[in-house]
């Protein structure tokens, strides 16, 4: 009778810190889940950074183009619309 007394007060303590962690293997999936989107979201903010690199160039390559324009005094009148359309989104540089 008392085996079974300390048998039962041993095995009821291991029962209950399973039956607490899930016992299942929740804890490693979440965290594995938790892992997997922070991971893309580290991803979608270094893409956020390259991209935010590269409209500050796009900027600096358009103040560029305005003060080469600027300064060659350009005689816009006489350009057409497909000239100045080009020196606008970027397929011509002034030269």
Same mark, same amino acid.
């Given at each position: ?28 999936? &979440? %965290?594995? *889940? ?6 893309? #979201? /580290? +991803?979608?903010?270094? =893409?956020?950074? @390259?991209?935010?690199?590269? &409209? %500050?160039? *796009? ?6 183009? #305005? /003060? +080469?324009?600027?300064? =060659?005094?350009? @005689? ?20």
């Amino acid at each position: 009778m008392m085996k079974r007394v300390l048998i039962g007060l041993c095995v009821v303590p291991l029962a209950l810190s399973v039956a607490a962690c899930g016992g299942a293997g929740d804890d490693k999936l &979440a %965290k594995n *889940v938790e892992n997997a989107y922070d991971n893309r #979201a /580290d +991803a979608m903010e270094q =893409a956020a950074d @390259n991209l935010e690199d590269q &409209a %500050k160039q *796009v900027r600096k390559s358009g103040e560029q183009q #305005a /003060d +080469a324009i600027d300064d =060659a005094d350009v @005689n816009a009148q006489a350009m057409s619309d497909e000239q100045k359309a080009a020196l606008a989104n970027g397929s011509e540089k002034l030269r």
